[in-house]
């Protein structure tokens, strides 16, 4: 197995340090973050907002916690994850990466991470000494071999829909992943922050308990819901996992507001009735549509072709630039991305051959059309040069 190569953190910008260098420009499309603009049933909600205080004030935690799992299983279509063993509700998805984190060190686990993916998973499970190495999307996607990596391995950790990529799992090789962890009694570890991006055809939950494989699950809202980053990381694990990671848990958290799982539990409510096409899928697709009419179609990496989640994967291949300088000049026009190589973590110090920037597409549409427009206009400049 190729160990994990570990960069100076002091010597480079983390990929969450140019999402904050983003929030200075004009046009920021660096961070992934749900800031589109509110739907009209959606600025509903925000105008019930005293009326949601009081409901949820009338709530003991433990019934504000069963109702916002109850309200994302009807969204996502599971009947399975309402009787799930454990039910962990943190602020953000990074909390509970840090949770894992903390769990996996706590077993001196070998962890095969996705990669490329958002380098904070990378980051947070090294701060806490975890051995990380990387499984790529072909691996994991079942274009090369997987097994003789999960025979060396005690943990998989995949991000599935995979951020930046956009890359999702087909029920068939879900359960081909699950049946192999449980041969090679390999615990699975999935971040899904991005699943509300794709249908919901088939439940993951479902095929996890019913298989008896080891496993944890989060979840995120912070990438859908235009909810001023108001957002929970719902946290699921089999049984086996259950002790340890309450007891963890307990040490650092004792709930979330109730008034935030009240709120967004109408979001949730809000996207069932008007269905995920209407209420998200639709509008990432416009945002898409229009990235790709102003840019072009070759400057997507073909790797994310057919991604559906809210941000894009472009290649500066054909115009001859690395993602640093693209990003240091972009952001001198003043739009933030993120660079390419913050993604891939096991060889983020590496200065050559990354030729690929991250750009969001959920943003209000005036800033989304600023930044796309000096986008072309500097990809038709560096063209020419």
């Known amino acids: 197995m190729t160990v994990a190569r570990t960069a100076d953190p002091a010597q480079r910008k983390t990929l969450t340090d140019y999402e904050q260098i983003g929030f200075s420009v004009e046009a920021n499309l660096a961070d992934g973050h749900a800031y589109q603009g509110l739907s009209h049933s959606q600025a509903e909600i925000v105008e019930r907002m005293s009326d949601l205080w009081a409901y949820s004030e009338a709530q003991s935690i433990p019934e504000s916690t069963q109702i916002y799992v109850d309200r994302y299983a009807d969204l996502i279509g599971s009947a399975y994850l309402p009787d799930a063993s454990t039910h962990l509700i943190l602020p953000t998805a990074s909390n509970s990466i840090d949770l894992v984190a903390a769990y996996l ?4 686990s070998r962890v095969l991470l996705t990669h490329p993916t958002f380098d904070n998973l990378a980051l947070i499970l090294r701060r806490r000494g975890v051995d990380l190495y990387p499984v790529t999307e072909p691996e994991v996607a079942g274009a090369l071999p997987l097994a003789p990596k999960l025979a060396e391995t005690d943990v998989l950790f995949l991000v599935n829909p995979n951020n930046p990529t956009g890359t999702n799992l087909s029920k068939e090789r879900f359960e081909e992943i699950v049946h192999a962890c449980l041969r090679h009694d390999v615990m699975l570890v999935i971040d899904t922050s991005f699943r509300l991006f794709y249908p919901q055809n088939w439940d993951d939950y479902q095929i ?6 080891s496993f944890i699950l989060f979840e995120d809202t912070g990438k859908v819901f235009p909810t001023q980053d108001m957002k929970a990381s719902l946290f699921t694990c089999s049984p086996d ?8 848990y307990n040490e650092i958290y004792l709930c979330v507001s ?3 799982l009240a709120v967004l539990g109408d979001f949730f409510d809000n996207a069932r009735r008007e269905g995920l096409d209407q209420s998200v899928h639709s509008l990432v697709a416009q945002r898409r549509s229009r990235a790709r009419e102003m840019l072009g179609e070759e400057v997507i990496d073909p790797t994310a072709r057919d991604s559906r989640i809210s941000v894009e994967w472009i290649s500066t291949s054909n115009i001859g630039q690395s993602d640093k300088t693209v990003t240091a000049e972009l952001h001198e026009r003043g739009v933030g991305v993120l660079p390419g190589r913050g993604f891939f973590w096991n060889r983020a110090d590496e200065e050559a051959g990354v030729s690929n920037i991250r750009m969001s597409l959920m943003k209000p549409e005036p800033e989304f059309e600023r930044g796309l427009e000096i986008l072309a206009n500097y990809f038709a400049e560096v063209t020419h040069r």
Request: aromatic share 4%; net charge positive.
């Open 105 to 108: 060190k706590l077993r001196h």
């Open 208 to 213: 996890l308990h019913e298989s008896g494989v």
């Open 258 to 260: 109730k008034f935030t």
């Open 241 to 248: 996992n259950r002790a340890a990671l309450h007891e963890i």
